[in-house]
């Protein structure tokens, strides 16, 4: 963290910390050069070991910057500066007083009201469609509150397009993006227009409802009245036609979005767009997930020699699950719908390079299929003195179960509290045996890299201590939990290492 005082760049002196986690961190700073004016200082790190790739991010920044400081835009802070000094980067940018709408509903109880709601959706709405006739298209893709800055005029503008990313080894575009708020496709890495509304979409279920989309399992966002009643019908249709799954069965682009808040704002009838849905048995009429290339969308991409082109996602193809037979993405770990371990069952997908600035969809392949399981009883001749072992080592096994000490935990062998800790512990004294779940679930953590994270089972609710890097991390383990060890409740003694880091 850079001290107050301290002088960057030869020409921005840092006064205190505004925010952010992990690889990014925001300072207010004043311009020495320019009357001491107020500046948004944004330092990000990479952690590059290969000279190559540090030189390709750097070079994929410095396009990216220069993008950013051409938008002209009211909704868009104007973009000052830039810079690097070694594997430090600084991007300098308007400063923005006021506060985060994360703030806003933090201090209102967790939810606005329905013109409060609509007021900043339209505003939100005329960057977006600023963004997406752009030549080409700037897709915004991490919609969110803490995004979103309320200023106290009244005027909200659009704070962090990601740059950041820049710098992560990422492997694909996956990560771009918040869980919650990122529709489906963008876990593919396939992002347009349309995937910037549904973000807008569960910020607005979020602000009406209270409901917060990012602790709770992926797409699983209910119909709007069904947890916030007293919302008319006309804005809840239109929220819940924005968090469609399908990105052929929201409204066509931010225009119509516009159009039918307006027409509610107005106290007309909203011009109602048919909302198409899934067929029951799914067969027989069902419309085609992400159907591509996708009408109306007239994408130019320029030509690949060009070094200022912008990346090219490679496509990602969806996946069957052979459990529940769900399209998942073929680099899941896990079903989203039914929990089920697919690790090793699909085939990673074409890397895509982190300087992404548009995303260009073309017919992605054929869905892969796994073999249909034959469920038939199969014989099997045994060996009658091996079928004797096997009886007798099953006997000694459960006498083992049944009568050895209690006080030997089965979940995780980590000493609960761990040293250190300085939350109240749980009891532990009547520790339950392992089973399938807390098994899935540890390796479920392992794979995501928290072996710092511990749990332990009793009942329905599992007990989590430990540590995690940022609050992002917290949230993403508790969404395995419920996901994969499939429980009912939980306790959360997580510490956060990182006292800036942002959901």
């Not at 752009?134 to 915004?140: K, S």
């Not at 011009?271 to 290339?293: D, F, H, M, Y």
């Not at 992002?472 to 429980?487: C, E, H, S, Y």
């Amino acid at each position: 963290m850079i001290q107050a005082n301290t002088i960057v760049g030869g020409r921005y002196r840092v006064m205190k910390p505004l925010g952010g986690g992990g690889m990014k961190l925001v300072y207010l700073a004043e311009d020495l050069r320019l009357a001491a004016r107020p500046c948004a200082l944004a330092e990000m790190v990479d952690s590059f070991t290969s000279p190559d790739m540090q030189k390709q991010a750097v070079a994929a920044f410095q396009r990216e910057a220069d993008m950013l400081a051409q938008l002209s835009n009211e909704h868009i802070p104007r973009v000052f500066d830039r810079f690097s000094d070694e594997n430090r980067h600084y991007l300098v940018m308007e400063y923005i007083e006021g506060l985060t709408l994360e703030q806003k509903l933090k201090d209102n109880g967790g939810k606005l009201g329905e013109v409060e709601v609509i007021d900043l959706a339209l505003q939100v709405l005329d960057t977006l469609g600023y963004l997406h006739n752009l030549e080409p298209p700037v897709i915004y893709r991490d919609l969110k509150p803490s995004n979103v800055m309320l200023m106290p005029s009244g005027l909200v503008k659009l704070i962090d397009f990601g740059i950041a990313r820049l710098f992560q080894p990422l492997s694909n575009a996956t990560m771009i993006g918040t869980q919650g708020y990122a529709p489906p496709e963008q876990y593919r890495g396939k992002v347009e227009s349309r995937s910037d509304l549904y973000a807008l979409g569960a910020t607005m279920h979020h602000a009406l409802s209270g409901r917060d989309p990012a602790v709770e399992p992926p797409f699983s966002s209910p119909p709007l009245r069904s947890v916030a009643p007293a919302v008319a019908p006309a804005l809840a249709e239109i929220v819940d036609q924005a968090l469609q799954y399908d990105v052929i069965l929201r409204m066509a682009d931010a225009l119509e979005f516009k159009n039918r808040l307006l027409a509610i704002k107005n106290g007309t009838a909203p011009v109602q767009a048919p909302i198409l849905t899934r067929n029951s048995t799914g067969t027989g009429g069902e419309r085609p997930q992400l159907k591509l290339p996708l009408t109306g969308l007239q994408y130019k991409p320029p030509p690949q020699s060009s070094p200022s082109a912008p990346t090219i996602l490679s496509d990602a193809i969806d996946a069957q699950c052979p459990r529940c037979s769900r399209q998942i993405p073929v680099d899941s770990n896990f079903c989203s719908f039914c929990a089920t371990d697919v690790t090793g069952h699909l085939r990673s997908v074409a890397n895509a390079a982190p300087d992404a600035q548009t995303i260009f969809l073309d017919e992605p392949a054929e869905p892969m299929t796994f073999p249909e399981r034959d469920d038939r009883p199969r014989r099997s001749k045994r060996n009658p003195v091996r079928t004797l072992l096997y009886i007798v080592g099953g006997a000694f096994l459960v006498g083992y179960l049944m009568f050895r000490p209690s006080s030997q935990p089965d979940t995780d062998t980590t000493s609960y509290p761990p040293p250190g800790y300085g939350g109240a512990a749980p009891d532990t004294t009547e520790p339950v045996p392992s089973e399938a779940r807390t098994i899935a679930l540890r390796r479920a953590l392992n794979s995501m890299g928290y072996q710092s994270v511990h749990f332990k089972l009793e009942g329905d609710t599992i007990i989590l201590w430990g540590t995690v890097p940022t609050e992002a991390d917290r949230i993403m383990v508790q969404t395995q939990v419920f996901l994969v060890a499939r429980i009912f409740s939980l306790e959360d003694h997580l510490q956060v290492q990182n006292a800036f880091a942002e959901p």
